[in-house]
């Protein structure tokens, strides 16, 4: 069965109450009829019909009597969709909950840094030192290795309508932050604001090949020169390939310090994997044309 007839089926009251009476134990129809006294018999039959042919209840038969019990394998689909629902809310949430702390937490590191150097404690210096890596331990399971996150998603328009989402600052906010400044142009400005009181995203372009391909640095404001994700830090490079009408695009963010390389994979992954393509189908020269 389909996951839309289990969710008809689950849409009435009745119903789920009925999966209820038998979901630890077996009970005959004219048993779960007595349950609903202002219900006649032939209407409670209807409800297990319908709780049948959905696969969320058994039948067995016992002499005159029908046996219904709980079949909660039929419930499959819908754990696993709504797994993934949930899941994906996670994954939002966790974004949204780091970038909204983002600012404070950075702050709060520079505070004790500045104030561990300036106490000259040897033990605090000490710590500050990173221990060598265990003989025969990859450089890339070590926190501060440089790594590189890809995201890869067609979308169903052009290359030219895709390069607008990137180059044009309203249609950007469309999916990333809610404030853009673009300079689409070798050396210009690429900043983005992701939200009241979050973080920037500052960059430059670095090259501009329109409707196939940009680079652009990447880094946040607040971070001082020389940390690893001070603006421009890092490097962005986004490719679009022209595929039956629609569009290939693939993001490639290097020199990621594996501390960070998990957020910002996840946040790609929303933006590009998730928000692009809805963004684009929304917009309403997009969704005239198509």
Not at 168 to 193: H, K, M, N, Q, S
Request: hydrophobic share 40%; charged share 25%.
């Amino acid at each position: 069965m389909s996951i839309d007839d289990v969710a008809r089926a689950l849409a009435d009251g009745t119903r789920r109450s009925i999966l209820r009476l038998v979901r630890d134990e077996e009970r005959s129809s004219g048993d779960l009829a007595g349950q609903f006294r202002t219900m006649g018999r032939p209407a409670v039959s209807q409800h297990l019909r319908v709780l049948h042919e959905a696969g969320l209840v058994t039948i067995r038969a016992e002499g005159n009597r029908r046996m219904y019990r709980a079949r909660t394998e039929g419930l499959t689909d819908m754990w696993r969709y709504l797994d993934e629902m949930w899941t994906d809310r996670l994954a939002r949430l966790k974004i949204a909950a780091e970038q909204t702390e983002w600012p404070q937490r950075r702050r709060a590191q520079l505070r004790a840094s500045k104030t561990s150097k300036q106490s000259g404690d040897p033990a605090e210096s000490n710590r500050r030192k990173p221990k060598p890596p265990d003989e025969g331990q990859a450089v890339r399971d070590q926190p501060t290795a440089l790594r590189t996150i890809e995201q890869r998603v067609r979308i169903a328009a052009t290359p030219e309508t895709v390069w607008m989402f990137w180059t044009d600052p309203a249609r950007l906010c469309e999916g990333w932050g809610i404030r853009a400044e673009v300079e689409p142009r070798p050396g210009g400005t690429f900043r983005v604001i992701m939200g009241d009181d979050g973080p920037v995203m500052s960059g430059a372009f670095v090259a501009v090949e329109p409707f196939t391909r940009l680079v652009f640095s990447f880094g946040w404001e607040g971070n001082p020169m020389g940390d690893a994700l001070a603006p421009g830090s890092t490097e962005v490079e986004v490719t679009l390939t022209a595929v039956d009408g629609d569009t290939d695009v693939c993001l490639v963010h290097r020199e990621l310090p594996g501390t960070h390389a998990d957020m910002h994979a996840s946040g790609w992954s929303l933006f590009v994997g998730e928000r692009l393509g809805p963004a684009i189908a929304s917009w309403p020269s997009v969704a005239a044309s198509s």
